[in-house]
């Protein structure tokens, strides 16, 4: 078999399961590595550590790829042909001219190619928003797709020409990853995606973003796991105790900020960036997080009995002025109060004295559930099918439950805690752990390799440094047209 794994991400840790992959699959295989993340029109977010302006293979990784499958073969340029580009990149800059919103962007198609969820979910991190304007970012949206153009043809001709069976790439959900990725399905190449949790990998063949598929890999992990039920409980309460304790450097100590007597529920908004462009999977039945709030709002204020806290995630601060702006529209009324993001009020200490806690997808929503609060969740997310928390189908069923029935027994409340250390021991065992690597933790959940079979995995500052001013020279064009739109 001819196995091939193409790389765009340079951090070490993900470099490093490349490498254990390539190793294992070289013994029996013909084997090919391409590195083209220092070689793409768009310089990938996740490449700046191999940058350079020769796009050569990098040395280091060369001699790295070469450790692990020595009669491996390099591949080091995405190769693309310009009129094969620019004809699809035109057509769909036609296309797009007609878009005015994200999620119509799934409609782009041509020639069989459909670069709109990659699209979308690139945007959407790189200009913190996922409610733009497509005529003032034409120029980098134009820059996006060409790009990723380039490496969906490089994929195809690279695949073809030496005709590989089975192919690696990284995780799916960045633009490149996701152009090779669309790439090697249209040609019915066997497609495994991998990606790292803490000091492990994961080889999976559906994508890390498909949330039916995510909780059904949580779920057969618990299920087939050897550990008696108490051991289960124990090793997935971790997680948990964890994001309480004081090593999690995102944990805020403040107190509280609420000034109503009365009992309350609490809203936590939350980031979901990265669920943009994966619609087969995600869905907003009630509509954005801005008008569900709202909504809730108009609800509380029709009665006297309860008060609806609003608590804005901290990540809020590092997204566009515009996103900004349309969450500072929400403002307190009758019966609801409003916590901004950069305030130090502890969201412990919120959901601990909450009568029952809302999101819209946010983690804190499981947490209530290991905490043994009831849980209502309005919107799709990557615990929904773990039987922890409530998914109402209708606005009906939310008021129903905000009234009365988020009144759970103390039974159910115990099963729902129960079911929320299924992501907690996935997360704390699950995946297969770096045979030939030597791993360091360098801060909250992050790991890097130093070694790969004995042979040092990074390098000296000053030529880390040079490929990082290389790569900010790269991105200063992808920044300037965003400044201009």
Request: glycine letters at 4%; a neutral charge; aromatic letters at 12%.
């Amino acid at each position: 078999m001819r196995v091939a794994i193409i790389q765009f991400a340079s951090a070490s840790i993900h470099i490093g399961a490349s490498l254990e992959i390539l190793h294992s699959e070289s013994s029996d295989n013909d084997s090919f590595y391409c590195y083209w993340g220092n070689s793409t029109s768009y310089p990938g977010r996740m490449s700046a550590d191999y940058e350079s302006f020769s796009n050569d293979f990098p040395p280091r990784l060369r001699r790295l790829v070469q450790e692990a499958a020595p009669d491996v073969i390099l591949n080091s340029k995405v190769e693309s042909d310009t009129v094969w580009v620019e004809l699809r990149l035109h057509v769909f800059m036609a296309q797009i001219e007609k878009i005015t919103f994200m999620n119509e962007l799934i409609s782009l198609n041509y020639d069989s190619i459909s670069p709109g969820s990659a699209l979308a979910n690139e945007l959407t991190t790189l200009l913190k928003n996922r409610n733009i304007d497509f005529r003032k970012n034409r120029k980098i949206i134009e820059t996006l797709v060409r790009s990723y153009l380039e490496v969906y043809q490089s994929t195809r001709k690279f695949l073809e020409r030496n005709k590989i069976q089975k192919l690696y790439v990284f995780n799916g959900r960045f633009l490149h990853e996701r152009a090779v990725w669309d790439a090697s399905k249209l040609q019915k190449v066997e497609t495994i995606l991998f990606e790292t949790t803490r000091n492990r990998y994961h080889v999976r063949e559906k994508g890390f973003h498909d949330r039916i598929n995510n909780q059904i890999e949580m779920i057969n992990f618990w299920d087939q796991s050897r550990l008696t039920l108490e051991e289960k409980i124990s090793e997935g309460s971790k997680y948990f105790e964890l994001l309480r304790s004081k090593s999690n450097p995102f944990l805020s100590q403040g107190g509280s900020e609420l000034t109503t007597n009365k009992p309350y529920f609490v809203y936590f908004s939350n980031s979901d960036d990265e669920a943009v462009g994966f619609w087969e999977s995600w869905d907003e039945k009630l509509g954005n997080q801005i008008q569900v709030v709202k909504r809730l709002q108009e609800f509380f204020d029709q009665q006297d009995e309860v008060t609806l806290v609003i608590r804005l995630h901290p990540n809020l601060q590092n997204k566009s002025y515009a996103q900004r702006r349309d969450w500072n529209m929400i403002r307190e009324t009758k019966n609801s109060k409003v916590i901004s993001s950069d305030s130090n009020s502890s969201s412990y200490e919120l959901l601990d004295n909450a009568r029952g806690v809302i999101t819209f997808g946010s983690t804190i929503g499981l947490e209530a559930a290991f905490s043994k609060k009831p849980s209502l969740l309005l919107a799709d997310s990557g615990y929904d099918e773990l039987e922890v928390c409530d998914k109402p189908k209708n606005w009906d069923e939310v008021f129903m439950w905000i009234i009365s029935s988020h009144n759970l027994p103390q039974k159910e409340l115990e099963h729902r805690r129960t079911r929320a250390c299924i992501r907690g021991l996935y997360l704390e065992l699950a995946g297969k752990p770096f045979e030939y690597s030597e791993l360091q933790e360098i801060g909250w959940g992050a790991w890097q390799v130093l070694k790969f079979k004995g042979r040092r995995m990074n390098t000296s500052r000053f030529v880390i440094t040079y490929h990082r001013i290389i790569f900010r020279l790269k991105f200063k064009r992808i920044l300037r047209l965003i400044n201009e739109s």
